[in-house]
């Protein structure tokens, strides 16, 4: 068996990476989520501000057996890098797993990296528990943190109207307007340091206005789109709450629910249904139908659990986080 070095940059290597990465999702979720393959290939092959991506592959001939997805972390979480591994069934229990960790781990050390970080996301929606958390267990992991996988199956009808006085319902697309862009990189901070991470180890992110930029031409250069719904409170002209909701033609039937954040200052005012329902609606008028629009949050953010409810997404997973110290 060889370990190959996948960049993005070689198409037909990241193809057959790609089968055998997202085969695996297709193979253990009821609803397979992420990005879809060009969208994940141009993300790996590009530089960004925030992080760096690579690909691992264990091949026998033309034969691809198991693969690792890496995420090298240059702003926030820089002692980590995120492993995402994947076998093809056929191929388990033979030591592949066990082979691309061994060189995630290896390559991670070389790099100074402290924590080596693993999702495993099909697990049991009430447990959490799955093949791959007995894995992650049984080679030293310890879990971190947990989020429960909702999913709305769209069109939804009969969306509830939560209009609240004293703020306005701004809407943009691919790029934050320049005069909201200083505060909408102040909320992407203020979520980064809020989101409940149970355990992990986190280092909230301090968005500026040139990380926001970078992240916008990476969603256009995936082919991604986004549709993002703010509310403004009129008083004072402060920016108080966002959601972001989107998703790629390539993969016209998943769609994303990202984040929802409400600042500390203006929270307890319904807020966050009152930005989540507008930009609902107007993902729902210009994308195809039908679709899966999926979200995950911490069992413990109650608030939001109970906002996605009242929409109409019900729990279909949980995905579990896993940390090991080096």
């Not at 099909?122 to 429960?148: C, M, N, S, Y």
């Not at 069109?155 to 004293?166: F, N, S």
Request: proline share 5%; aromatic share 8%.
């Amino acid at each position: 068996m060889e370990i190959v070095v996948v960049d993005g940059r070689d198409s037909e290597r990241f193809r057959r990476f790609y089968e055998v990465k997202f085969g695996v999702r297709r193979e253990e979720l009821e609803f397979p989520v992420g990005m879809g393959a060009e969208e994940a290939r141009v993300f790996m092959a590009r530089e960004h501000a925030d992080v760096r991506a690579e690909g691992l592959g264990v091949v026998d001939g033309d034969t691809w057996l198991g693969v690792a997805w890496l995420d090298w972390w240059l702003v926030g979480n820089t002692d980590t890098v995120d492993v995402e591994l994947a076998v093809a069934p056929e191929y388990r229990r033979r030591g592949v797993a066990s082979r691309l960790l061994e060189v995630a781990v290896e390559r991670a050390r070389d790099a100074g990296r402290r924590i080596v970080s693993g999702t495993n996301m099909a697990g049991d929606p009430v447990t959490g528990e799955g093949p791959g958390t007995a894995f992650a267990a049984a080679r030293g992991f310890v879990k971190k943190h947990a989020e429960l996988h909702q999913v709305a199956e769209l069109p939804l009808a009969d969306l509830p109207e939560q209009d609240v006085d004293g703020y306005e319902i701004v809407q943009w697309r691919e790029h934050a307007p320049d005069e909201w862009l200083g505060q909408f990189a102040e909320l992407l901070s203020g979520m980064s340091e809020d989101v409940p991470t149970g355990d992990r180890t986190d280092e909230p992110v301090q968005w500026t206005p040139e990380l926001v930029r970078d992240a916008e031409a990476r969603r256009v250069a995936q082919g991604r789109f986004v549709y993002t719904t703010v509310a403004v409170h009129t008083a004072s002209g402060e920016l108080a709450a966002y959601t972001q909701m989107g998703g790629t033609p390539e993969t016209p039937e998943r769609l994303n629910q990202y984040d929802t954040y409400v600042r500390r200052s203006h929270r307890g005012n319904g807020l966050g249904i009152a930005v989540k329902t507008p930009n609902l609606r107007a993902l729902q008028s210009g994308v195809a139908r039908p679709a899966v629009l999926h979200t995950w949050n911490a069992p413990e953010n109650a608030p939001m659990i109970a906002v996605n409810t009242k929409l109409g997404f019900r729990p279909v997973a949980q995905r579990t986080m896993w940390e090991r110290n080096l």
